[in-house]
C-alpha cells in the first residue's frame, strides 16, 4: 500500500516537476538540431524521458510550443540589449542581436516571419519603434522608417539563415561564394557590368558586415529627414 501511494503522489506532482521551461528548452534543441519537422510531441517525451500528457499540461499543441521557443530565443535577445543605449545604438545591438539569434537558430526565422502579431514580433517592432521616437523622426516619416527597419533587419537575417540552412552540409561558405563570385567574372561584360566588377567583392565579403552596413545606411537617411 505503501508503494502505491508512493507512485500517485509522484504521477501527482509530475505536471508540476516537468516545468515548461524545460520542456521549452528540449524543443530548442531539437529545433537547432532537427528542423521544425523533426519537432513532435513524441520526439519531444522521449527526450525529456517522460509521456506526451505530461507535455500537453504545459502546451496546447505544437503551435503553441514553437511560439514558446520563438519567445524564449527573443527574450535573451531583448535581455541583453543595453536600455541606456544612444538610440541608433539601440537599434543596431537589437538588429545584430536578432541576426545572430536567427543565424543559431534559423527556424526563428520561418516563424517570425509566419507570425507577425505574436508576443516575441511585437517586442522586436517596440524595440525598433521606440528608438525612432526618440530620434524624434517626424509623425510623417514614422511608419516608413519603421517599416523600413523591420524589413531589412528580418528579411536579411532571414535569407541569410536560409541560406546558410540550403548549402552548409553541401560545401563551406567560402567555397560556395568563391564559386559564385567565379562564375559572375565570366559573365558577358556588356550585359554584366556590375555583377563582373562585384566578383571579387562577393567573393570575400562577411554577412555580419554587411548587414550592418546595410543597417547603417538605412539609419543614414533616416536621420535626413526633416
Do not use: C
Not at 530565443?73 to 531583448?78: L, Q, W
Not at 542581436?97 to 517586442?123: E, K, N, R
Not at 524589413?151 to 553541401?170: F, K, P
Not at 559572375?184 to 566588377?197: I, K, T, V
Amino acid at each position: 500500500m505503501v508503494a502505491m501511494a508512493t507512485k500517485i503522489q509522484k504521477s501527482e506532482r509530475r505536471p508540476d516537476a516537468l516545468s515548461k521551461e524545460r520542456i521549452v528548452g528540449a524543443a530548442i534543441e531539437i529545433l537547432d538540431t532537427d528542423g521544425e519537422g523533426a519537432l513532435t510531441f513524441r520526439a519531444l517525451a522521449a527526450r525529456l524521458a517522460t509521456g506526451s500528457g505530461a507535455i500537453y499540461w504545459h502546451v496546447a499543441d505544437k503551435s503553441d510550443l514553437l511560439a514558446a521557443a520563438t519567445d524564449a530565443v527573443i527574450a535573451r535577445v531583448m535581455a541583453a540589449i543595453d536600455r541606456g543605449a544612444e538610440p541608433r545604438e539601440a537599434i543596431r545591438s537589437l538588429a545584430l542581436g536578432l541576426f545572430d539569434a536567427i543565424d543559431t537558430h534559423p527556424w526563428v526565422g520561418t516563424q517570425l516571419t509566419g507570425s507577425p502579431w505574436q508576443p516575441a514580433m511585437l517586442l522586436i517592432f517596440e524595440g525598433i519603434g521606440g528608438p525612432l521616437l526618440v530620434l524624434g523622426v517626424p509623425e510623417r516619416a514614422l511608419f516608413d522608417s519603421w517599416s523600413a527597419l523591420v524589413n531589412y533587419i528580418l528579411g536579411v537575417a532571414g535569407q541569410n539563415a536560409a541560406n546558410a540552412r540550403l548549402h552548409g552540409q553541401e560545401t563551406d561558405r567560402s567555397a560556395g561564394l568563391a564559386s559564385v563570385a567565379e562564375q559572375w567574372a565570366q559573365l558577358d561584360p556588356a550585359r554584366y557590368p556590375f555583377l563582373r566588377r562585384m566578383a571579387t567583392q562577393f567573393s570575400e565579403h562577411d554577412d555580419r558586415e554587411q548587414f550592418l552596413a546595410g543597417l547603417d545606411l538605412i539609419l543614414a537617411g533616416i536621420g535626413t529627414v526633416r
